[in-house]
């Protein structure tokens, strides 16, 4: 089993290499890619790569299924890139959390907007009633 430090310096390694493969590969169905984060097992014989796609459903889906067509080309590249006794075998998974955040932060700022609107009119009476 590798020291916790390990598996941090291999998983950011890791997420490092994978997204400038991904950057330089010519698929055209991975290109609004990024990876945000990677998970190695303590053994750093698996890694669960962590990606977001710009788009709609279609283009997540065409993303996805490019980047598991793309799987072995991506683990020759990390296994020549990072010097480790085994390459990890990879599984990508898709992460709406980038997305989930600017929905949230959306729904916030309209209800901002609602309660200064409903402020303003509150205002708005107040001050004619004074009248």
Not at 4 to 16: D, G, P, S
Not at 21 to 45: C, G, N, Q
Not at 68 to 78: L, N, P, V
């Amino acid at each position: 089993m590798a020291t916790q430090q390990r598996v941090e310096r291999v998983r950011e390694a890791i997420k490092q290499e994978t997204s400038d493969i991904i950057r330089k590969m010519k698929d055209p169905r991975v290109s609004f890619v990024t990876v945000t984060d990677a998970e190695v097992s303590r053994d750093l014989r698996h890694v669960k790569i962590f990606v977001s796609v710009l788009g709609d459903e279609e283009a997540k889906k065409a993303a996805m299924e490019g980047l598991e067509r793309a799987t072995g080309y991506i683990h020759s590249e990390i296994g020549q890139r990072i010097r480790l006794r085994h390459t990890p075998e990879i599984l990508f998974r898709l992460d709406e959390s980038i997305e989930r955040g600017a929905r949230i932060s959306q729904l916030l700022k309209e209800l901002r907007e609602e309660s200064f609107a409903s402020q303003d009119q509150d205002t708005a009476s107040t001050v004619g009633e004074d009248l």
